[in-house]
């Protein structure tokens, strides 16, 4: 997504400047837990494209949705955790645009738990949520920090994903880096 909003991408690398001024500076935790708007642009990205586009559950007692519908126990359940990120209802009419600073917005601070969920939900929610996190946000920082990211791409509507048990886009190799001086 920092390929196809360059302006975007300068921010985070104006960011990372602020915690790492010299490329061999270490990168410590507290210094991962002030990049905010890199975080931003992280959970905007897995809204729009998470990593396990769907989920399946079992159901283990009886469910009554809002629309009256009971669902029986012993019934399997599939979630589309892709269509759940872009419903208009939760996430406005740019549901479907890339947006980081939608998470600073009062209105998405206030939707249920349940209307983001990159990482499922619940009891079993993925142990390795906070590994990920952590792990994503560093290969951000030094990417960036180390390269110039560009795309072939002109827009979202352009990237076509395959939904499998992770999400990947059909294309490969779409992203072109040049150092940064």
Same mark, same amino acid.
């Given at each position: 997504?920092?390929?196809?909003?360059?302006?975007?991408?300068?921010?985070?690398?104006?960011?990372?400047?602020?915690?790492?001024?010299?490329?061999?500076?270490?990168?410590?935790?507290?210094?991962?837990?002030?990049?905010?708007?890199?975080?931003?642009?992280?959970?905007?990205?897995?809204? &729009?494209?998470?990593?396990?586009? &769907?989920?399946?559950?079992?159901?283990?007692?009886?469910?009554? !949705?809002?629309?009256?519908?009971?669902?029986?126990?012993?019934?399997?359940?599939?979630?589309?955790?892709?269509? !759940?990120?872009?419903?208009?209802?939760?996430?406005?009419?740019?549901?479907?645009?890339?947006?980081?600073?939608?998470?600073?917005?009062?209105?998405?601070?206030? !939707?249920?738990?349940?209307?983001?969920?990159?990482?499922?939900?619940?009891?079993?929610?993925? &142990?390795?949520?906070?590994?990920?996190?952590?792990?994503?946000?560093?290969?951000?920082?030094?990417?960036?920090?180390?390269?110039?990211?560009?795309?072939?791409?002109?827009?979202?509507?352009?990237?076509?994903?395959?939904?499998?048990?992770?999400?990947?886009? &059909?294309?490969?190799?779409?992203?072109?880096?040049?150092?940064?001086?």
């Amino acid at each position: 997504m920092l390929t196809l909003h360059p302006e975007y991408q300068e921010k985070v690398f104006q960011e990372i400047l602020t915690v790492m001024p010299h490329i061999d500076t270490e990168l410590t935790k507290a210094d991962l837990d002030k990049l905010e708007f890199i975080d931003l642009c992280i959970r905007e990205t897995l809204r &729009i494209f998470p990593t396990a586009p &769907i989920i399946a559950r079992t159901s283990i007692k009886p469910i009554k !949705l809002n629309n009256n519908v009971e669902i029986p126990p012993d019934v399997p359940i599939v979630f589309g955790i892709r269509q !759940l990120h872009i419903r208009e209802e939760y996430y406005g009419p740019t549901s479907r645009i890339f947006s980081p600073y939608r998470f600073m917005d009062e209105k998405v601070k206030t !939707l249920p738990s349940s209307a983001y969920v990159p990482f499922s939900y619940g009891a079993r929610n993925c &142990i390795g949520y906070f590994y990920a996190k952590v792990s994503v946000k560093c290969c951000v920082v030094h990417l960036i920090r180390n390269y110039r990211l560009t795309t072939i791409y002109k827009n979202i509507d352009e990237m076509k994903p395959v939904l499998n048990v992770s999400m990947r886009l &059909i294309d490969k190799n779409m992203v072109i880096l040049e150092r940064r001086k």
